[in-house]
């Protein structure tokens, strides 16, 4: 079954302490990107990768690294969580970063920074 | 600067009605623009996609449409069921295939 996998789903942590989301793809797909997601507001992509070792910022990238070591897994990294970084983080992944390719997405996790 | 605006932002309506939730973007150059349904606390899945040149796309009780020239789209659903229940997102994309630029939702509630 394709599937993109998030790990944890739900979070608590406190300020400073530094944290990783794992992202895994099961369908050979080049483009990864993370997703935050807060209330009234879009989507906004954090980071994106279209192939190994090929990283970039999207709209939101302060406070967090990601890294793509792997074709099928792609890390969200919190070096140093803060409150404001509180929300729900989406992975999701395609075939490549053409446009007419569908794009899945993660079940979601929650983090809370206290 | 790239948008993608939603209405209304919530909608309630009864089981076995229709609805239409809109949808208005000035993303430029355009390349296509998707609906995705979220259930709450869920991740989007993708409803349909269509490019320029397609006016309207179908998916079961799911029919979109699309004027390119107005910069609009409309996502009507047909005898309403509870389980349609969720968010319902726009997502434009540019001619580029990079930039994804997702709108903030309408949140339909369907009751009994």
């Known amino acids: 079954e394709a599937q993109v996998t998030q790990n944890p789903r739900y979070l608590i942590t406190v300020t400073g302490k530094k944290l990783t989301v794992t992202c895994s793809q099961n369908?050979?797909?080049?483009?990864m990107s993370w997703y935050r997601q807060d209330p009234g507001l879009g989507l906004r992509q954090i980071y994106y990768?279209?192939?190994?070792?090929v990283t970039d910022k999207g709209d939101v990238p302060e406070g967090y690294k990601v890294s793509r070591k792997e074709k099928r897994n792609f890390p969200l990294i919190l070096e140093s969580p803060s409150p404001n970084q509180t929300s729900l983080y989406f992975c999701?992944?395609?075939?490549?970063w053409g446009s007419g390719n569908t794009i899945y997405f993660g079940e979601g996790s929650w983090l809370t920074v206290v | 600067k790239n948008q993608v605006e939603q209405s209304p932002q919530s909608l309630i309506i009864l089981e076995g009605k229709n609805c239409t939730l809109q949808?208005?973007?000035?993303?430029?150059?355009?390349?296509?623009l998707r609906w995705y349904k979220q259930d709450t606390g869920r991740g989007p899945v993708s409803l349909t996609i269509?490019?320029?040149?397609?006016n309207t796309k179908s998916n079961g009780r799911y029919t979109a449409t699309l004027d390119a020239d107005t910069k609009q789209s409309s996502l009507h659903i047909t005898a309403s069921q509870l389980s349609d229940s969720a968010s319902y997102i726009c997502?434009?994309?540019?001619?580029?295939?990079?930039?994804?630029?997702f709108g903030p939702g309408t949140r339909l509630s369907v009751l009994p």
């Open positions: 997502v434009v994309i540019d001619n580029y295939g990079q930039n994804f630029v």
């Open positions: 269509m490019t320029f040149s397609e």
């Open positions: 999701a992944s395609s075939l490549s």
């Open positions: 949808c208005n973007y000035t993303v430029s150059p355009f390349s296509n």
């Open positions: 369908m050979n797909h080049e483009y």
């Open positions: 990768s279209m192939n190994v070792e």
